[in-house]
């Protein structure tokens, strides 16, 4: 299994590809070593053709690619990796159509985080820790949060929501493994972004 990031850019949920493409190829040239394309409509041809599109340039920088929530899409590209939702496939399933890929699960308690580590997740998603605008993903549980769901689980934690350069390394010093980066990523100056994110990450 290839080693996790500690920044995971989370695409744009936009159906201009070549727009998508530029803004992940302008994070990936900045540092970024993850991706993960979301996308919540679209035709499965055209979620194909767009994931297939931006593994090739992620695997150009040797970047780890994964699909969120389309098993079928992930094995069909041979991405890296799948992340799912609560409401998503069981975990249980969808290891038996990933094979060895990596599996991330997004959590937002700790009886979430407990079931997926039984369950075989290779990691899991945890938040949102701040206000998002990204989507609609409930009330924001804060970065103290985060000492419980690592106190209780032996894997991998990402954090996710409303995280930027300007907070990130609140999240880090509370144990996190990596973090989840939509907007505070794509929005603005992406190499700005990403070099304030990188400088946040804890030497370990």
Not at 18 to 37: I, K, M, P, T, Y
Not at 70 to 80: G, K, R, T
Request: glycine share 12%; proline share 3%.
């Amino acid at each position: 299994m290839k080693k996790l990031s500690p920044i995971c850019f989370l695409t744009p949920d936009d159906s201009d590809i070549a727009g998508v493409g530029r803004v992940v190829q302008a994070a990936l040239e900045a540092g970024v070593r993850w991706v993960q394309f979301r996308r919540k409509s679209g035709s499965r041809k055209r979620l194909y053709a767009d994931a297939l599109y931006l593994k090739n340039i992620a695997h150009r920088f040797g970047a780890l690619f994964v699909v969120n929530d389309y098993a079928d899409i992930a094995l069909a590209i041979e991405a890296d990796g799948l992340h799912i939702g609560q409401d998503d496939l069981p975990l249980g399933e969808v290891k038996k159509i990933m094979g060895r890929a990596i599996i991330g699960v997004s959590t937002h308690n700790v009886e979430q985080a407990l079931e997926a580590m039984r369950d075989g997740a290779d990691y899991i998603g945890f938040g949102p820790i701040f206000h998002t605008g990204t989507k609609d993903a409930g009330q924001p549980k804060g970065a103290e949060s985060i000492r419980e769901i690592k106190a209780a689980v032996s894997m991998p934690v990402i954090a996710i929501g409303g995280i930027n350069g300007g907070n990130a390394r609140e999240v880090f010093t509370v144990g996190c493994d990596g973090i989840a980066v939509s907007a505070g990523i794509g929005k603005g100056d992406i190499t700005a972004n990403v070099d304030a994110l990188l400088k946040c990450v804890p030497v370990r």
